[in-house]
């Protein structure tokens, strides 16, 4: 087991001005499972890739360990990876397929059998071991595909987006088997998502990643308590931060007839952040116009538009986006009710509304 070091780690793409990954600079802990999360086209996979060996790194450097590995080859790194695609051998068995590497790189079948047996019984496969992978479900072939990595003891297990071909049901058991077992392994992990919730339920650090640039890497916890900017608020978490840009005078921020206390650094606009659950009715506050209703059976929420006209949405950019409040769902509004609310006193977040960045 190692640690992993991104140092300045840069990729430009043939044919582009734009790095795919700009200047990384990350450490991965001895024994953690860290998180790659990001929109698509934000250099997660691009990350995985170079930390693999499978993508060119045009500046800086990466470590497994104490050893540079930049410019060693795939092979001989000692991680293991796991595809979105199984890849598994159709015409081997399950038993054949998790022995495979270690067939070719020289290990004797007494070695190779005690090796599959241990990965099989960590990962619920014992009774399926003679079975060919098309007589297993999609989450049993992902198992076998982890597996075949775990059977290896690399130093680094590298995972990119392995859950992505699996239904919704099944994603959720199969993120908690991983958890679970990466923590029984204390396997350096790097786990590449662009699910948001994914990255929260499973991560010991989530590292959140926009444009090839590292945006901000700390605990589930703190990213969703404290976001460093308007992107990761409004990244992380579900459904998502409400993000709205309201006018400052008097040391406040005005949403509609809610005043909310801000720094006198504050200019003549701040961007208010308040997540759904941050919200309660009160008789005087901000008004939403009430367009839809989402009834959970546990929760309820409404979704609608800003009755105030001195508020406008910071994220104004995004299709569809829309005020989200958590409600009692046991009396939720109707479509086309307008309805008032107040923020709970430690719910709002403030951010500077021309770079973004977290003031609060």
Known sequence: MASVVFENASRIYPGTTAP??????????DGEFLVLVGPSGCGKSTSLRMLAGLEEI???????????VTN????????????????????????ENMGFALKIAGVDKAE?????????????LEPYLERKPKALSGGQRQRVAMGRAIVREPQ????????????????VATRTQIAALQRRLGI????????????MTMGDRVAVLKDGLLQQVDTPRNLYDKPANVFVAGFIGSPAMNLL?????GGKAHLGDLDIDVPASAGSSVTVGIRPEGWIPAAKGFHVFVEVVEELGSDAFVYGKPADTNVKFANS????VQVIVRWDPKNPPKAGDTVTVANVGNAVHLFDTATGNRIN
């Open 156 to 171: 680094v297990f590298l995972m990119d987006e392995p859950l992505s071909n699996l239904d919704a049901k099944l994603r």
């Open 188 to 199: 350096t992990t790097v786990y590449v998502t662009h699910d948001q919730v994914e990255a």
């Open 72 to 95: 060693v080859a795939p092979k001989d790194r000692d991680i293991a990876m796991v595809f979105q695609s199984y890849a598994l051998y159709p015409h081997m068995t399950v038993a």
């Open 58 to 68: 045009d500046g800086g450097r990466i470590l497994i360990g104490d050893r540079d």
């Open 317 to 320: 950019s995004d299709e569809g």
């Open 20 to 29: 795919a990954v700009d200047k990384l600079n990350l450490t991965v802990n």
């Open 245 to 249: 840009v309201a006018p400052v005078s």
């Open 112 to 124: 190779r059998d005690k090796r599959v047996r241990e990965a099989a019984k960590l990962l619920d």
